[in-house]
């Protein structure tokens, strides 16, 4: 894995050095993990001019060893402040001055203000520049073994959802049983939720995003889970919506049935070289047709990876076009105020279709259930 971490840096290096830049200073932590395979909370990475052997990761405490850090490339050199409540930021830009760097690129789009002015003021010979989202461009397309980790992710997901649906839900809680969704992600090998697990019953279901309540599982109520695994750093997301107990109204099913219908329109279709907002309209436009419109969320999907949200996003405005190997999220949802409603989310990655066409990594049925 450390060659892989190395050539991943060794891209990053390039990069900057075609800009002029002779060091770079990696601050949001999904671009320290992706560079070093390690993110204890607040740490630096230091891109060195020269070989691997010049990155350092710059660290405010001691390595604990916890998983969900990770574990750092053995090619980078680790830096631990002396004392507490020093900033690794600073310290980084304090090292690429000693070492005789010139520009300095970062994150600016990740620094605050007061950050960025402590870096000026510790080096003042050394020129900023900006790095933009140069990392999180180079994350969008997936390695094999970043796909695995997904396929992983999902495989947890899957299961942790599958052993709720066999248990008695009627009379308990959406906190308790989101609570009870996300022990069973970390006992099925997940370093923890990819997000807070979302569990909404009767008049919640079909928000998206719904923060779980007090609220009981009732009979006759639609039921809408969102959850998914954090694995090795790595996030996908799985969104099912059943009804409880009882044969489901005519209304639920025809409210399902349209929302499969446009979730299953975005993921046929996902391909390459697909503009990005075209997914989102193919979905979209099924809702909007069948009056749902005005209640439609901003993006219909989004990229995921070392972050639950990432580009690409599946919106009307989006720029772009989809790549292989690019893993996505398809998500449309209707809530009906004082009714309920569905939400159908699936991770797939984008394949073309001589490899079969989208991979889906989610495999929780789809079919409207009574539990």
């Given at each position: ?118 870096l000026s003021q510790v080096a003042p010979g050394m020129r900023l520049a900006d790095l933009a989202c140069a990392v999180e461009t180079q994350r969008l397309v997936k390695d ?99 009804v409880i107990g009882t044969t489901p109204a005519d209304w639920q099913i025809e409210l399902y049935d349209l929302v499969f219908a446009a979730q299953k329109a975005g993921r ?46 599946l919106s009307p405005g989006a720029m772009g076009k989809l790549d292989a190997c690019v893993p996505v999220t398809v998500e449309p949802g209707v809530h009906i105020p004082g ?33």
């Amino acid at each position: 894995m450390s060659e892989l971490y190395a050539a991943r840096r060794a891209q990053l290096r390039d990069r900057c050095a075609a800009t002029g830049s002779t060091a770079a200073l990696i601050s949001r932590p999904a671009n320290v993990r992706y560079l070093t395979g390690c993110t204890p909370p607040g740490a630096i990475l230091l891109l060195g001019p020269g070989s691997p052997g010049d990155d350092v990761l710059v660290c405010g405490r001691p390595l604990t060893g916890d998983p969900s850090e990770g574990r750092p490339a053995d090619d980078v050199r680790i830096s631990v402040l002396p004392a507490r409540g020093g900033d690794p930021a600073v310290a980084a830009a304090s090292l690429a001055a000693t070492s005789g760097a010139e520009i300095l690129a970062v994150e600016e789009h990740h620094l605050t203000v007061t950050r960025h002015r402590a870096l000026s003021q510790v080096a003042p010979g050394m020129r900023l520049a900006d790095l933009a989202c140069a990392v999180e461009t180079q994350r969008l397309v997936k390695d094999d073994d970043e796909i695995a980790c997904l396929r992983i992710a999902a495989e947890i997901s899957d299961q942790a959802l599958g052993e709720l649906l066999e248990s008695i839900l009627v009379g308990r809680t959406e906190r308790h049983l989101a609570l009870e969704l996300e022990r069973r992600l970390v006992d099925h090998g997940a370093d923890g939720p990819a997000f807070a697990t979302s569990v909404a019953t009767g008049p919640n279901s079909g928000r998206a995003g719904h923060l779980p309540t007090d609220r009981r599982v009732e009979e006759g109520d639609f039921l809408t889970v969102g959850l998914g695994a954090n694995y090795r750093g790595y996030r996908c997301e799985i969104g099912r919506t059943f009804v409880i107990g009882t044969t489901p109204a005519d209304w639920q099913i025809e409210l399902y049935d349209l929302v499969f219908a446009a979730q299953k329109a975005g993921r046929e279709a996902l391909a390459p070289g697909v503009e990005c907002h075209e997914v989102d309209r193919v979905a979209r436009q099924i809702l909007e047709t069948a009056g749902h419109g005005d209640g439609l969320g901003p993006w219909t999907g989004h990229g995921v990876g070392l972050e639950i949200d990432e580009d690409p996003q599946l919106s009307p405005g989006a720029m772009g076009k989809l790549d292989a190997c690019v893993p996505v999220t398809v998500e449309p949802g209707v809530h009906i105020p004082g009714r309920g409603g569905v939400r159908i989310d699936d991770t797939l990655v984008v394949r073309p279709e001589a490899d079969g066409g989208p991979e889906l990594l989610t495999i929780t049925t789809k079919e409207l259930l009574a539990l």
